[in-house]
């Protein structure tokens, strides 16, 4: 009779930073246990290393850091960095057409019934961008920031994690050509291969979504769109939206999302209650 790990072994080899080989077939449960134990006994080791390694080099963190490399980067582009609320109105979701019956609903976190944490950074750009537009002719925005939604889909996903979102509305150059060069200019801070990829969207309709390896880290959009009206927004633009601990999950290599997240049990990705 031949045997695999358990799920509970699954889930304790990747939380520790493992990979799971899936073409090993064990005899009995007692060579499957051994072996359970041996990794995890390797794995720990390497989780003590990696912290020795991390508290001796005084290491900034690295999600900190991928935030301020990108950051100066789109400044230098002509970009302005803006910080705005965490909690915002029920009616902002609304003017995105996330109202009664829209799947994103079930996801929010509500703390009145009107006050929600925010599930996109998208409703606080738009309503910057109407009131500076008034002033500019070319408004560059980006922000970066934490984001919150009731995730169950997987490994991949996170309630609380980091957006990136960048537009330009009435760019210099055509908005699908602005949306594509904006893509390249984070990617090439990531120093990570990826291809674009058109599919539907519940809040846009269309996107232009950026791969890695078959992961979505990022969803762009084109402009004028319907809900612009409701924003009072009646200018080209483009924009994108990037989930930052998708990036560093890819560029450290971890198997583990949540390993690179805000976090009490991971240090740059060692997992510390071992």
């Not at 060579?31 to 912290?51: A, M």
């Not at 791969?211 to 319907?226: H, N, R, T, Y």
Request: aromatic letters at 6%; a negative charge; proline letters at 4%.
């Amino acid at each position: 009779m031949s045997t695999d790990l358990t799920t509970s072994q699954n889930q304790r080899i990747r939380e520790l930073g493992g990979t799971i080989d899936k073409t090993i077939i064990f005899s009995t449960i007692d060579d499957r246990d051994l072996y359970f134990q041996e990794q995890v006994k390797s794995l720990q080791s390497r989780n003590r290393q990696r912290i020795l390694e991390t508290m001796d080099g005084s290491q900034r963190n690295s999600l900190a850091s991928l935030e301020s490399d990108l950051s100066n980067v789109l400044i230098t582009r002509g970009f302005t960095e803006v910080k705005t609320p965490m909690i915002i109105s029920a009616s902002s979701l609304t003017k995105m057409g996330i109202a009664d019956g829209h799947p994103l609903l079930n996801q929010v976190f509500w703390v009145t019934p009107k006050k929600c944490m925010r599930p996109m950074l998208a409703p606080n750009l738009y309503y910057i961008m109407r009131h500076l537009s008034r002033t500019v002719c070319t408004v560059k925005l980006f922000e970066i920031g934490p984001c919150f939604r009731k995730e169950s889909k997987g490994s991949n996903h996170l309630e609380e994690f980091t957006m990136l979102n960048l537009v330009e509305l009435a760019p210099e150059r055509e908005a699908m050509e602005a949306l594509r060069d904006d893509a390249q200019t984070v990617m090439d801070v990531a120093g990570l291969q990826y291809k674009l990829v058109v599919e539907e969207s519940e809040v846009y309709g269309r996107t232009l979504d950026v791969e890695v390896d078959g992961v979505e880290v990022a969803s762009g959009a084109i402009g004028p769109l319907p809900m612009d009206e409701a924003h009072g927004i009646d200018e080209p633009w483009a924009g994108i939206g990037f989930g930052l601990e998708r990036i560093l999950m890819l560029m450290k290599n971890q198997s583990n999302i949540k390993s690179v997240a805000r976090s009490l049990i991971y240090l740059n990705g060692a997992r510390i209650d071992i």
